[in-house]
């Protein structure tokens, strides 16, 4: 695969707002050394929205000259802060074997690292296959007639989804609603407006969640995620097919303890197909 040269080929002006965040510049004399820069459309509290560094870390890979196969893991530990402004990325392969790949993965501002990735890519062959996990048990109530979540005063990334919140509205955003007494969450969602989705866009719906601990706790606290894993449950083909419908969206917290929470997710077609499943550990402050 030929890694495509954007300063040669620059996005169109009706280019998605999703494809301009993660646009990157390959360096002509370092082919491991991609330049961007983080976009005021994705952007949280604090710098870039989680899931949109992930994917961009992973569009390093996926633009590469020596990628080889389609991504199966992807874990990203953000090191500190990601500062609003340019960035520089390192993605290098440190092992390729016959059918699996392994990438090493550095996000870098003013000469300090700010982001660490690994990621697992591999050529897939057709075997026997299942689903052991069950699809999450839904109110009979189509996509299209859930209640949308506000996003008046949230940040940028939140208005770059349509999210219909099924269950587990953070408190603070939906008050008349009682506390549910857990951190589980589902919710419907897509990018918005509508584009087709590939694995850099899954990455970051991945991390389209709110803290469990909004969930939980009915309130708004610090936090942020520390480390995330995405497994990949599909190939390229899947999702082309999948196109820009809705997906399913399942969250929920294992064990809150002392500044840190984990966090499980789960990501479907409306038809019952298993996209990604992912972990994070948060940290939080109370």
Same mark, same amino acid.
């Given at each position: ?65 020596? *990628? ?56 897939? *062959? ?33 208005? *770059? ?54 969930? *939980? ?70």
């Amino acid at each position: 695969m030929t890694a495509m040269n954007l300063s040669e080929a620059p996005l169109s002006a009706a280019a998605h707002p999703f494809d301009e965040a993660v646009q990157l510049r390959r360096d002509d004399a370092q082919p491991d050394l991609f330049h961007g820069g983080t976009s005021a459309a994705y952007g949280n509290m604090v710098g870039p929205f989680g899931g949109i560094t992930a994917a961009v870390l992973l569009q390093a890979v996926m633009q590469h000259p020596q *990628r080889i196969g389609e991504p199966l893991s992807l874990t990203v530990n953000f090191a500190a802060p990601v500062a609003d402004g340019e960035f520089q990325i390192i993605a290098g392969a440190v092992r390729t074997n016959r059918s699996t790949q392994h990438w090493s993965i550095e996000m870098k501002q003013q000469g300090e690292t700010v982001t660490l990735a690994t990621a697992l890519f591999a050529t897939r *062959r057709e075997t026997w296959s299942a689903t052991d996990a069950s699809f999450p048990l839904l109110p009979d109530q189509p996509a299209n007639q859930t209640a949308a979540m506000p996003v008046h005063r949230l940040p940028a990334w939140v208005q *770059r989804y349509d999210i219909q919140v099924i269950r587990g509205m953070p408190g603070f955003m939906a008050p008349e609603q009682p506390p549910s007494g857990d951190s589980v969450s589902m919710q419907w969602i897509r990018d918005e407006p509508r584009r087709a989705l590939d694995f850099c866009a899954l990455t970051a719906i991945c991390d389209a969640f709110f803290p469990r601990v909004f969930v *939980r706790r009915q309130e708004q606290v610090p936090a942020g995620t520390v480390s995330m894993t995405i497994y990949f449950h599909a190939d390229s083909a899947m999702l082309a097919a999948h196109g820009a419908q809705e997906l399913l969206g399942y969250a929920r917290a294992s064990r809150f303890y002392n500044n840190y929470f984990d966090q499980s997710a789960e990501i479907w077609t409306p038809s019952g197909n298993l996209l990604a499943t992912t972990t994070q550990v948060v940290y939080f402050k109370q």
